[in-house]
């Protein structure tokens, strides 16, 4: 039998475990453009992007404006069909 008022406690430390470990998740993210090939198709023909390159755009998303940065990936990740697949996504475009 629990001591009352340590249900509180428990699922308050429970909550601090979760948070971390998402934020564990987030920093281990390898930030590779070639990771994005499942939306070589949207970024290139404007199509709508599939489930699999949301699921990449969304797993690269803090890497985004690494990517802008990069002059050699710059003028891919500005186009108008990037953005698109952003939205397209429900990944907001970055203003980095």
Known sequence: ????GSFPS???????VVVLANARVT??????????RPCLGAFTSGQPPSAGCCDKVREQKPCLCGYIKNPNLKKFVNSPN???VAAGCGVPYPKC
């Open 10 to 16: 428990l699922l308050c430390a429970l909550v601090v």
């Open 1 to 4: 039998m629990m001591k009352k």
């Open 82 to 84: 990037t953005r698109k």
């Open 27 to 36: 920093e281990a993210v390898t930030c590779n453009p070639l990771e994005l």
